[in-house]
């Protein structure tokens, strides 16, 4: 049975683009009906972004109202918001943490730029810089030609729901990760090593800061393809500093240079940057992380 998505006509915005997508993925058989005739709408077995009234029961989701709906910490929601509030959990297979994570990565952004709630900074000295958004994209797809917008608006949606699922998926290895990184710390701690060896798609990084004994982790060590990177660890979540930057020798050297200055037989490259470097051996990459780990230059 195919299930009917209305929203309104005109200029589109991520908001509804997003609502009809995260809908489309709980029911793929499903039509868009873009009116602003409430005839229309009544023959709609969602309606979303249009129609002044929130209201679940009905399965109706707008918020241009006044005192409209929002968050518990007081960020307006938008037509996404209402969907992801009662749908997000489903759409996610049940997973109640990753429609949460999901809703903190994307659905909230924008909630908050379809309301006018600035989350970015121009660049000093130079406004004319901005981010782009995927609210920002969507808006700039609005054909010139008004006559071809449902077509367009209905590829947006596609677009979208790639988007929402790309999410979710990242969200599921975000979640998954931790448990592998729990057990890297634990090793690490057992063999009295300030390293963790994960796999290549591990999400190490943020989960590192929430974990017991994470706090004595220096670098994370992972395969590549065929060939072991290390990777520093940030000073703290989301900074550029490290707690331990590489050996000052061997910024910017690669090959045969590195490989005679860091003393191993395959040395790839360290970055200029000195905070991640690479071998093509297991075996090479856990001698430049115990060299790295005792160099006293800074």
């Not at 000093?124 to 367009?152: F, K, L, Q, W, Y």
């Not at 989960?207 to 990777?231: T, V």
Request: hydrophobic share 35%.
């Amino acid at each position: 049975m195919t299930t009917i998505i209305g929203t309104h006509s005109g200029s589109f915005h991520a908001d509804d683009v997003f609502a009809v997508a995260a809908l489309s993925i709980l029911f793929p058989d499903y039509e868009i009906r873009r009116s602003r005739d409430e005839l229309v709408w009544q023959t709609c077995d969602y309606l979303v972004d249009v129609g002044g009234v929130y209201d679940h029961e009905y399965k109706t989701y707008d918020h241009h109202f006044r005192n409209g709906p929002v968050y518990p910490d007081g960020l307006p929601m938008s037509s996404i918001g209402l969907v992801w509030k009662h749908y997000g959990e489903a759409i996610c297979g049940g997973n109640k943490s990753i429609a949460n994570r999901v809703c903190r990565q994307l659905i909230r952004c924008l909630d908050a730029n379809d309301n006018g709630v600035a989350v970015s900074q121009p660049i000093h000295g130079a406004p004319e810089v901005c981010e782009v958004s995927i609210s920002g994209v969507i808006a700039m797809m609005n054909p010139a030609d008004r006559t071809t917008a449902d077509e367009v608006f209905a590829e947006e949606v596609k677009r979208a729901r790639t988007v929402i699922l790309s999410t979710i998926a990242k969200s599921q290895q975000w979640y998954n990760s931790r448990s592998e990184v729990i057990k890297a710390v634990k090793k690490a701690k057992a063999e009295k090593v300030a390293y963790i060896e994960i796999s290549e798609d591990c999400k190490w990084m943020s989960h590192l800061f929430s974990i017991e004994g994470g706090s004595k982790i220096l670098y994370a060590i992972y395969p590549h393809g065929e060939q072991w990177y290390m990777r520093t660890v940030p000073s703290e979540r989301g900074s550029f500093e490290n707690r331990k930057d590489l050996p000052k020798e061997w910024r910017g050297l690669s090959d045969d240079e590195f490989s005679a200055v860091a003393g191993v037989p395959d040395g790839i490259f360290c970055h200029h940057g000195r905070f991640i470097c690479a071998a093509e051996s297991h075996e090479s990459i856990i001698i430049l992380a115990n060299k790295a780990i005792h160099n006293h230059n800074k």
